[in-house]
């Protein structure tokens, strides 16, 4: 078996780092109030996603297009978003894949 052992090298496991799974509460000056993301999540990109979807819900008031609620897939990443009078509610949850 030793021998055997030679071809059959396993290639170590990437490390992929896990898709959070969560919510978090804008106001509408993109401040976050509460939040059910891991801390582990990095905070600047919270901060990016929140600014994307106020800006989206913003453009649309603007152009009178009543929008309240987004949602976009991802191939691993589903976010939903709630508009809250000028703030966003914003859901992230993993897409099982395969």
Same mark, same amino acid.
């Given at each position: 078996?030793?021998?055997?052992?030679?071809?059959?090298?396993?290639?170590?496991? #990437?490390?992929?780092?896990? *898709? /959070?799974?969560?919510?978090?509460? +804008?106001?509408?000056? @993109?401040?976050? &109030?509460?939040?059910?993301?891991?801390?582990?999540?990095?905070?600047?990109?919270?901060?990016?996603?929140?600014?994307?979807?106020?800006?989206?819900?913003?453009? #649309?008031?603007?152009?009178? *297009? /009543?929008?309240?609620?987004?949602? +976009?897939?991802?191939? @691993?990443?589903? &976010?939903?978003?709630?508009?809250?009078?000028?703030?966003?509610?914003?859901?992230?949850?993993?897409?099982?894949?395969?």
């Amino acid at each position: 078996m030793g021998f055997l052992g030679l071809f059959s090298k396993t290639e170590p496991e #990437a490390n992929v780092g896990k *898709l /959070p799974s969560g919510s978090f509460t +804008i106001d509408r000056t @993109g401040r976050i &109030i509460a939040s059910t993301l891991p801390r582990s999540f990095d905070e600047k990109l919270i901060q990016e996603i929140g600014s994307i979807v106020l800006e989206m819900f913003q453009k #649309a008031q603007t152009v009178n *297009l /009543p929008l309240r609620e987004v949602s +976009i897939h991802y191939a @691993g990443l589903k &976010i939903t978003a709630r508009e809250l009078r000028g703030g966003a509610m914003i859901f992230l949850s993993p897409v099982k894949m395969g």
